[in-house]
């Protein structure tokens, strides 16, 4: 494990070779998976495809940034206006930059 990120609910742990491992509280889609409930680190399998290099995480978000300087976030369905506001997609969305 290279990284570890915390919230109140959630760890996220990022893998040496660029892989993204959830567990904890589920609420809001936090997790970027459906597994729930989730006690055991779980693969984000939508960014299987990514070497994610940084993670972070706060109450039911989470944010992460690859290799190559995409971002991508998931969780905040809970929250009105949220990092997951108008998007239909339950786990990680890529960030579109203006």
Request: net charge negative; charged share 15%; proline share 4%.
């Amino acid at each position: 494990v290279a990284e570890v990120a915390c919230s109140s609910y959630s760890t996220i742990a990022i893998t040496v070779d660029g892989r993204v491992f959830t567990w904890g509280d589920a609420d809001g889609g936090a997790l970027g998976h459906p597994a729930n409930p989730c006690d055991v680190p779980t693969r984000v399998q939508h960014l299987r495809w990514q070497r994610v290099v940084h993670g972070s995480a706060a109450y039911t978000n989470a944010a992460v940034a690859t290799d190559e300087g995409r971002v991508f976030v998931w969780g905040g369905n809970a929250w009105e206006g949220g990092i997951a506001a108008g998007r239909t997609d339950a786990g990680p969305t890529e960030v579109k930059w203006g």
